[in-house]
């Protein structure tokens, strides 16, 4: 059974650091890895797609990486803001479109 | 703009009393899926669409139904809702295999 797992389930660090947000996959046969970011009491918003052929994706503060071989994802976030206190969630996409959520991370970007 | 629209966006309903929550989509995405989020975990599936497809999970209750009559929308029907029911039920769609999900914003449903 494909089990998504994130660590840590919360972390806090001050404004302006740069951090990492995990994201492990028990089985590397997936088609996808997608982060999201999701505020209290919202919907998820898409942040990034990293494709299973790819290794990672980019966009403005934020960097994705995908590594099947060892079933694990990173997303960076450089330059943290207090705007980017939010869950992240990681899902991994499998065969017969299903997918995989992660427990997310709480993070809290201190001012 | 494209996008998945749910509505309600809030939803208090009695116990034991039918309830429909709505989904739409202008994306023309073939896949639709409903989730179920409880406070602090992480989304669960229930079911999903490809297409005219249903694709109902194994550990989905009964009590949860679902109807697609057109690309466009999608119904989540809780024929009698416990107060265990009681969460934020997640639509998204994807377009094909492989190209991602894509969230509307939820529905709160309260059970009294």
């Known amino acids: 059974k494909q089990e998504v797992t994130q660590i840590p389930a919360a972390l806090s660090v001050p404004e302006g650091e740069n951090l990492v947000l995990n994201c492990s996959f028990t089985?590397?046969?997936?088609?996808?890895l997608q982060w999201f970011r999701q505020d209290p009491g919202k919907g998820l918003t898409s942040l990034l797609l990293?494709?299973?052929?790819?290794r990672e994706q980019t966009s403005g503060r934020l960097n994705a990486s995908l590594d099947k071989s060892s079933g694990r994802s990173t997303l960076y976030i450089a330059a943290s803001q207090p705007g980017d206190s939010a869950t992240y969630l990681c899902?991994?996409?499998?065969?017969?479109?299903?997918?995989?959520f992660g427990s997310g991370t709480k993070l809290n970007v201190k001012p | 703009d494209a996008m998945v629209i749910q509505n309600p966006r809030y939803q208090v309903t009695q116990f034991g009393k039918p309830v429909t929550l709505s989904c739409s989509q202008t994306l023309n995405h073939n896949v639709m899926y409903w989730y179920q989020q409880k406070s602090s975990q992480a989304p669960k599936l229930l079911f999903h669409y490809y297409d005219k497809d249903f694709n109902n999970e194994a550990d989905t209750p009964d009590n949860f139904q679902s109807r697609r009559p057109n690309t466009s929308f999608c119904f989540l029907d809780i024929r009698s809702p416990g107060l265990g029911d009681a969460a934020m039920y997640l639509c998204?769609?994807?377009?094909?295999?492989?190209?991602?999900?894509?969230f509307g914003p939820g529905t709160r449903l309260t059970v009294t």
């Open positions: 990293i494709q299973s052929s790819q």
């Open positions: 998204a769609t994807s377009r094909d295999p492989g190209k991602g999900q894509y």
């Open positions: 899902a991994a996409e499998y065969n017969f479109n299903k997918f995989y």
């Open positions: 089985d590397s046969a997936i088609y996808n």
